[in-house]
């Protein structure tokens, strides 16, 4: 079973962006991410973790799912300006990441995961 992984900021530069040692967006993960920006005391954010948990074991093996704690890894959040939470970050494998904001429906999330990422759905 997937899990979603929490990422802190040692982490994150491992497996999406390493930006001490790069100034343009070079993505450093094997396959595409999504990064739930959240809080714990933040509503919506509750709304969206059990979507991230099914989109995790619907995707297995196709993408990642991440989350990092806005109220931890200040750095991270600020260096993508999240205002408002939760923010999501598509993170295809070329290109560069394209945020959602706010709490979204699961065919939403599929939406963007086919647009964005390029990974389509895993039939049933």
């Known amino acids: 079973?997937?899990?979603?992984?929490?990422?802190?900021e040692e982490t994150f530069k491992t497996k999406?962006?390493?930006?001490?040692?790069?100034?343009?967006?070079?993505f450093e993960g094997d396959k595409p991410c999504m990064i739930d920006f959240y809080a714990d005391w933040c509503q919506p954010c509750k709304m969206v973790a059990p979507i991230l948990e099914e989109l995790s074991d619907e995707y297995?093996?196709?993408?990642?799912?991440?989350?990092i704690d806005t109220e931890v890894e200040r750095n991270l959040a600020g260096m993508f300006g999240i205002q408002s939470i939760p923010s999501l970050l598509f993170v295809p494998k070329e290109g560069q990441p394209q945020m959602a904001v706010g709490a979204l429906p699961k065919e939403t999330f599929k939406k963007a995961i086919a647009d964005v990422l390029k990974v389509e759905e895993p039939s049933a």
């Open 1 to 8: 079973m997937a899990k979603v992984e929490f990422l802190s």
């Open 16 to 26: 999406v962006f390493n930006f001490e040692k790069n100034k343009d967006w070079t």
């Open 60 to 67: 297995n093996g196709k993408i990642d799912i991440y989350k």
